[in-house]
């Protein structure tokens, strides 16, 4: 008589399934580079006591599904089996509910595995991949909402389902919005202005005043070169580029040009001094100020941060105070993005494009899709191609879609010295544009903003800027994530965002919270007031834009560089 309890089999199964199978499902995976730094199938072992623990849980959670099945009441709270079609077929919902409970139970097993942490958030990214991928809801066979659609469309929701897969087949991603509907220049990126200046890397945009008089101080805001500029000028509704003009900033930006093979050899030096510095060189001659406003958001911010800091070795305070939304500057907590970073997997990015060659943006764009799989990408792939729908309007999932290339070197390089081996906050440590990186020569006053729910810049290190950066500081946290927690107009009343009333910047977030004050709506007018103190008198506003014949206007905005595809 075999004397193994009847969860043996189950954990063996579950064993192999770890052992072999997740590592094959995430290299299956676009863009995610695993490969070179996934360990070799292994044995796997499991803490005993939370084994034990997950298997009188299982036991416990079976009975009573199989129960609920019984009496036709199996229910689920997740919502892709939220639909009529699921809760008025029993079948449908049973296989619902007990996909669910094996969800659970692989993701326990997952967590009970005995290894260091990165190689168990590696285990869970991957078992969590194969579970979304794998999900009743993705497959028409048992997706009972589509199927119900199916009936009732007498078969045309199938044929709409198939003309969008052959269509984002054509277009090479899966469509998250009716792109049809959005045009840059058009209905999106549309703030007046013109391209003031312009070389191989960027255009510099400077925007028309609209008040009679600006501030002496005017505002450079670098957005980041991983995606294009127009996510903060979407529409006027909720362009953060139209309301900092509307409280009276002369106001320009940085459009980074999406990178194609003459660009193959930039370096992150050719980005922070050809790019960042130029800019902010750019606007004072412009505008004659002495001293400008700056903003960085996410790669964005950390390009500012060593322009700055390159510019401050030298002598040099152009800047009188600096913005960093959602901003990576000390990158020992880099969230999920930490399962693709080691040795080895950077290492194989530099053989592979450190001399030169392109990171493609499509690329970018699956990887940070696969981030939240269920939200991002089957979520689409349900509505696109199983029910035959559209997706609405929405003009932050269509910037979403138009993704930029990198340049191989910068992408490696930025990869070692900040992700890996996080140089930027280790004083001397690292070298950029010929001058060793030291924030502590950073005095100005920063603004930081982070969102609670961000999945690329976690809150905690968005928070962690405080703690590196010396100057006068205010923090500042939004809900949502990392883009809607940024784009969040007053005019729409969404949302929170905390703030210390004290001003005090303790170790952790956490601490940091316990003496915050929840406020309802956006976190704009709170920076709008905090730029203002540094933004200098009043002045008349110009009456043209550039400055003279040198920097006189190109083209009207959004200009060219930000209409070029990947």
């Not at 078992?127 to 497959?139: D, T, Y």
């Not at 070169?225 to 900033?249: M, T, W």
């Amino acid at each position: 008589m075999n004397s193994e309890p009847p969860w043996a089999e189950r954990v063996q199964q579950f064993q192999q399934i770890l052992g072999q199978s997740w590592s094959q499902a995430l290299q299956s995976l676009p863009a995610l580079g695993l490969g070179a730094q996934l360990p070799a199938a292994a044995p796997i072992q499991f803490s005993q006591p939370k084994l034990q623990a997950l298997q009188q849980q299982y036991l416990q959670e079976a009975q009573q599904l199989w129960v609920q099945g019984l009496q036709g009441r199996a229910e689920t709270r997740d919502r892709r089996f939220s639909g009529e079609g699921w809760a008025s077929n029993p079948v449908a919902a049973f296989s619902a509910a007990a996909y669910l409970l094996n969800a659970r139970t692989l993701m326990g097993l997952a967590d009970a595995v005995q290894a260091d942490e990165k190689t168990r958030a590696r285990i869970r990214f991957g078992v969590e991949q194969w579970m979304a991928a794998m999900a009743p809801s993705n497959f028409l066979a048992f997706n009972a909402e589509a199927q119900k659609k199916a009936i009732d469309t007498r078969g045309e929701s199938i044929a709409k389902g198939m003309q969008n897969l052959l269509h984002d087949i054509r277009q090479g991603h899966v469509s998250m919005t009716d792109e049809s509907l959005f045009e840059v220049g058009r209905n999106v990126g549309t703030t007046e202005g013109a391209v003031v200046y312009e070389n191989a890397l960027f255009q510099l945009l400077e925007y028309k005043p609209l008040t009679p008089r600006v501030y002496e101080r005017p505002l450079l805001l670098v957005p980041p070169c991983i995606n294009k500029f127009y996510i903060l000028d979407l529409q006027p509704g909720n362009s953060f580029i139209r309301y900092a003009v509307e409280q009276g900033h002369r106001s320009f930006v940085v459009s980074w040009r999406n990178p194609d093979d003459s660009l193959a050899h930039k370096t992150w030096d050719d980005y922070v001094a050809d790019g960042a510095i130029t800019a902010i060189d750019l606007v004072q001659r412009i505008t004659g100020a002495g001293q400008i406003n700056a903003l960085g958001f996410c790669v964005g911010g950390t390009i500012l941060s060593n322009a700055l800091a390159v510019l401050a070795a030298r002598g040099q305070e152009p800047v009188a105070s600096a913005t960093f939304l959602t901003t990576l500057i000390d990158f020992s907590d880099t969230g999920i993005l930490d399962v693709f970073i080691d040795e080895a997997f950077v290492k194989f990015r530099e053989l592979q494009m450190g001399q030169g060659g392109l990171m493609k943006g499509q690329d970018l764009a699956s990887t940070f899709s696969f981030l939240r799989p269920n939200d991002l990408v089957w979520n689409y792939v349900v509505g696109n191609y199983l029910k035959g729908e559209t997706p609405p309007p929405f003009d932050l999932l269509y910037w979403n879609s138009d993704s930029t290339n990198l340049p191989g070197p910068f992408y490696a390089w930025y990869l070692r010295n900040f992700y890996l081996e996080n140089n930027l906050v280790q004083p001397n440590k690292l070298t950029v544009c010929g001058q060793k990186m030291d924030l502590g020569r950073l005095k100005l006053p920063v603004y930081i903003y982070g969102s609670r729910e961000d999945h690329i810049v976690p809150i905690d290190a968005a928070y962690a800027s405080t703690q590196v950066l010396p100057g006068k500081k205010r923090f500042v946290m939004g809900a949502s994530g990392h883009i809607a927690g940024v784009i969040n107009p007053p005019a729409q009343r969404k949302r929170s965002h905390w703030i210390r009333a004290d001003g005090k910047l303790p170790a952790s977030r956490a601490q940091w919270l316990d003496g915050a004050t929840e406020h309802p709506g956006s976190w704009w007018p709170d920076w709008s007031d905090w730029l203002e103190s540094h933004a200098g008198k009043q002045i008349a506003a110009p009456r043209s834009y550039g400055k003279g014949a040198r920097f006189k206007a190109i083209e009207p905005a959004p200009g060219r560089y930000v209409l070029q595809k990947s």
